[in-house]
């Protein structure tokens, strides 16, 4: 199975903040990496997808770039509502395995 | 706009099977170019990936529970089903189902809670 990694685990940050978080895949994975975002008692929603392209109605200040194995999500301008969880995942080869999630917090 | 909803029983023996229906509206589950799929989340924890169907029957599963699943589709109901057997506590989760599209999993239903207990 493709391990994927997460960084941080956790993170503060206040509104108007600009945030990284890193996904690291054990093994090239091309370009086939999604991030998603999840709110408490929600489904996870798709943010990106291939590694770099927006979902319909993503706002654009989330970005993701990255390939082989290093990735990373981006939010250019933290808003209230972006306090959530995000996930990485590959869709690389089966099983399609999830990160373990980063959680983003209000300092 | 297509939406997913789960259904099932919320509660399971343990050594029992648990049994989830997905039905599928506002687009249809014989579409070639998406397969669907169920995701499961443990209470405070991560995602976990259990399999996905074709609406013409080819399935991929989770090696780690392969053993113990299987998902089928009824498309005349534009459903799709997970069973998994031999339950234990460690399956208490989540259970989304969604769908595939692109690589990824862009619609996914609201989820429904399983609790394995006696």
């Known amino acids: 199975d493709i391990q994927m990694t997460q960084s941080p685990s956790s993170l503060s940050a206040s509104v108007g903040d600009r945030v990284t978080i890193t996904c690291r895949a054990s093994?090239?994975?091309?370009?086939?990496l999604n991030w998603y975002q999840q709110k408490p008692g929600k489904a996870p929603k798709l943010l990106i997808y291939a590694a770099s392209s927006f979902h319909s109605g993503v706002p654009s200040r989330f970005s993701g770039s990255g390939s082989g194995t290093d990735f990373t999500l981006t939010i250019s301008t933290l808003q209230p509502e972006d306090f959530a969880t995000y996930y990485c995942q590959q869709s690389y080869s089966s099983p399609y395995t999830f990160g373990q999630g980063t959680k983003l917090e209000i300092k | 706009q297509l939406q997913l909803q789960e259904s099932g029983p919320g509660l399971v023996k343990p050594s029992e099977t648990l049994s989830l229906t997905c039905t599928v509206s506002?687009?249809?589950?014989?579409?070639?170019?998406?397969?669907w799929g169920w995701i499961r989340q443990p209470p405070g924890k991560g995602l976990e990936w259990i399999g996905s169907i074709h609406y013409s029957g080819s399935t991929f599963y989770n090696p780690s529970l392969k053993s113990r699943v299987t998902i089928s589709v009824d498309t005349s109901k534009n459903q799709f089903s997970l069973t998994l057997s031999s339950v234990t506590a460690a399956d208490t989760s989540v259970y989304y189902c969604?769908?595939?599209?692109?690589?990824?999993?862009?619609?996914w239903g609201q989820g429904t809670l399983v609790t394995v207990s006696s």
């Open positions: 506002g687009g249809s589950i014989s579409s070639s170019n998406y397969y």
């Open positions: 093994q090239s994975i091309s370009n086939y």
């Open positions: 969604a769908r595939r599209g692109d690589a990824t999993y862009d619609y």
